[in-house]
C-alpha cells in the first residue's frame, strides 16, 4: 500500500488525504449526531411512558373494549397491560390497530421483578420481526402525587410499552440525509480541491519546468515568485533561485577560468616560443658556419645571452604568478599547509621605495621632470606598513618601468607617498597617453599589452609585469586602483593597511587574515 502511494503524483495524494480527512470527519460528526438523536428521543419516549405509567396506576383495569380505544387514542404504538403480583395479564389497554412486531415479548415480571427495575425503562424485542419496544412497569400501589377518582383496590403492577420504530425511522432518515450531504460534499470539495492544489502546487511546476530548462543547459533561468516570502513554497523559491544564482556564477567563474587559462597557455606558449626560436636560430648558424669572424660570434653570443635572459625571466615571472595564484586559492582543507610563496614581513616605510623609484626614473630617462609629492599631491608624508620589502621594490620596479615604457621620452613623472584613511598610499603617476576604459578593464590580465602587434620594439615587454604587481599587493592584504582617461596620463595607486598598534611582524599572512579558512576557497 505504501509503495502504491509513493508511485502516485504528490498532487494526487494530498487531495486523497484531504478527501480522507474530510470523510472520516463527516463519518465521526454523523454518527455523534445519530447517537445524540437516538439518545434524546429515547429520553422524551421514557418521559412519555413514565407520564402514561403514572395515569395507568390510577385507573381501573378496563372493562370492556371500547375504554381502550378512547384511552389511547392520545398515545400511538403504545400498550398498558396490568398484571399481578405474580405476573399474570389482569387488563389491558389495547391500540387501534396492530402493533408493529405483534407487540412487546415481554418477559414474566412478577412483583419482585418489577421492583428490581426501581422505575427505570428498558428495552425488549417485539414477538417476531426486527421491531423493538420501551418498556417500564410500576407498581400500582405505590403513593402518587396524582388523586385520581373510581379506583379499585391497587395491587399488582403497570406494564407500560412504546413502540420504538418512530425513533428508528427518524434516526435513519437522519442518516441517510446526512451520507446523502455529506457524499455530495465530498464531491464538490473534491472538485475544489483539485484545482485549489493544482493551484498550490503550481510553484513546483515551475521549479521543475525551470529545472529542466538548467538541465538543458540554460543556467540563467530563475524560478518566479509566485508565493510569498513567508510560505514553504516562497521561502524553498528563494533559496533555490540563490543556489541557481551561486551555480550560475560558478558555471560563469569556470568558463572565464578555462577561457583565461586557454589564453595564458597561448599567449606563455608564444612569448616562450619566441626568445627559443631566436636561440635556435643563432646556434644554427654557427653549427651552419654561417658566423666567419670573431666579431660575429661575439654578436651571436651575446644575443643567445639576451633572449636567454629574457626567456629565464619570463619563466621567473611566470613561476612567481604561479605560486601566488596556489595562495590565493587555498582552500581550508589546505590552510594547515605553508604557503608556496611566503612573505618576509616587516615594519617598513614606504617613503624609503618612493625616494629608490625617484633615483630609478632619473637612471632609466633623464630627460623626463621628476617629483616627490604626497597622494595627490602636496607634501610627501610617512607611510608605516608592515610587508616584505624586496616584493614591493619589485612591485614599485614594473609599476615605474611601465610608467616610462609607455609614455613618450621626456614626460613629466610623479611619485606620491603617504596615508589615506587605514592606508599606506604609494604613486606612481605619468602624463603619457593613458588607456580606454576596456584597456583600464584589462590592464592587469597576463600577458596583455595595449599593442596588439606583438612588437618586440623597444620597452616592450612580455604583459605579465602589472600582473605582477596586482598579485603582490593582494598578497600583502591591499589593492591596486589606477587613474587613466585617454589623453590624461596613468596613475597607479598601490594601498596598503597601516599595521595595528603594536602588531608584530611575525604576525599570521595576510592572505590568511584577508580570505579566513572558511573563505580561501573563494581567492
Known amino acids: 500500500m505504501g509503495r502504491a502511494l509513493t508511485r502516485l503524483s504528490l498532487r494526487t495524494r494530498l487531495l486523497c488525504l484531504s478527501m480522507a480527512l474530510v470523510s472520516v470527519g463527516l463519518l465521526a460528526a454523523g454518527v455523534v449526531v445519530s447517537t445524540t438523536l437516538r439518545d434524546y428521543l429515547q429520553d422524551r419516549m421514557d418521559s412519555r411512558l413514565a407520564l402514561t405509567a403514572e395515569i395507568a396506576c390510577r385507573v381501573a383495569p378496563p372493562p370492556e373494549p371500547p375504554h381502550s ?17 405474580r405476573g399474570a395479564p389482569d387488563g389491558a389497554f389495547g391500540a387501534t390497530a396492530a402493533p408493529p412486531g405483534g407487540g412487546p415479548a415481554l418477559p ?19 414477538h ?54 455529506g457524499a455530495a460534499l465530498i464531491a464538490v470539495l473534491a472538485v475544489a480541491g483539485w484545482f485549489a492544489v493544482r493551484s498550490g502546487l503550481r510553484p513546483l511546476t515551475r521549479i521543475q519546468e525551470t529545472t529542466a530548462a538548467i538541465t538543458a543547459g540554460d543556467y540563467s533561468q530563475r524560478i518566479p515568485e509566485l508565493a510569498g516570502p513567508h510560505t514553504e513554497v516562497g521561502r524553498l523559491t528563494e533559496y533555490l533561485n540563490r543556489m541557481l544564482a551561486r551555480i550560475d556564477t560558478a558555471f560563469r567563474a569556470r568558463a572565464e577560468a578555462e577561457a583565461r587559462m586557454r589564453r595564458f597557455f597561448a599567449d606563455g606558449s ?28 661575439d654578436h651571436t653570443m651575446r644575443r643567445i645571452a639576451e633572449e636567454s635572459e629574457r626567456l629565464t625571466q619570463l619563466v621567473e615571472d611566470m613561476l612567481l604568478l604561479a605560486r601566488l595564484d596556489e595562495d590565493a586559492h587555498r ?108 584597456e583600464r578593464q584589462r590592464v592587469f590580465e597576463r600577458f596583455y599589452r595595449a599593442d596588439d602587434s606583438r612588437s618586440r620594439t ?17 598578497a600583502h592584504g591591499g589593492r591596486v586602483d589606477i587613474d587613466t582617461a585617454p ?27 584577508a580570505n579566513g579558512p572558511e573563505d580561501a576557497g573563494e581567492g
Open 270 to 297: 608564444h612569448e616562450l616560443r619566441t626568445p627559443l626560436v631566436g636561440i635556435k636560430g643563432y646556434t644554427d648558424l654557427y653549427r651552419m658556419g654561417a658566423l666567419p669572424t670573431r666579431q660575429d660570434i
Open 458 to 474: 623597444a620597452g616592450g615587454g612580455s604583459g605579465l609585469g602589472l600582473a605582477i604587481v596586482h598579485s603582490l599587493v593582494s
Open 69 to 85: 380505544v378512547r384511552l389511547l387514542s392520545f398515545f400511538e404504538s403504545t400498550t398498558v397491560t396490568y398484571v399481578d403480583d
Open 108 to 126: 414474566r415480571l412478577d412483583r419482585q421483578t418489577v421492583l428490581a427495575t426501581h422505575g427505570r425503562p428498558f428495552t425488549v424485542r417485539a
Open 128 to 181: 417476531h420481526g426486527d421491531h423493538t419496544w420501551r418498556v417500564i412497569t410500576v407498581p400500582r400501589d405505590e403513593p402518587r402525587d396524582l388523586p385520581m377518582a373510581a379506583t379499585s383496590e391497587r395491587s399488582g403492577s403497570v406494564i407500560v410499552a412504546s413502540s420504538l420504530d418512530a425513533v428508528e425511522a427518524t434516526v435513519t432518515r437522519t442518516r441517510y440525509v446526512s451520507l446523502t450531504a
Open 331 to 438: 582552500t581550508a582543507a589546505d590552510a594547515h599547509q605553508p604557503l608556496a610563496f611566503p612573505l618576509d614581513l616587516a615594519p617598513m616605510d614606504l617613503r624609503t621605495l618612493a625616494a629608490d623609484a625617484l633615483h630609478d626614473v632619473r637612471a632609466l630617462d633623464a630627460t623626463r621632470e621628476v617629483t616627490l609629492t604626497g597622494p595627490g599631491g602636496g607634501r610627501p608624508a610617512s607611510a608605516p606598513a608592515l610587508a616584505d620589502e624586496a616584493r614591493l621594490r619589485q612591485v614599485v620596479t614594473n609599476l615605474v618601468g611601465n610608467a616610462v615604457a609607455h609614455s613618450p621620452s621626456g614626460t613629466a613623472v610623479r611619485i606620491g607617498v603617504g596615508t589615506e584613511g587605514a592606508y599606506a598610499v604609494l604613486e606612481v603617476a605619468d602624463r603619457g597617453p593613458g588607456l580606454s576604459p576596456e
Open 487 to 513: 589623453g590624461e596620463g596613468c596613475t597607479f595607486r598601490v594601498l596598503l593597511p597601516l599595521p595595528s598598534p603594536g602588531e608584530e611582524p611575525d604576525r599570521a599572512d595576510p592572505r590568511e587574515r
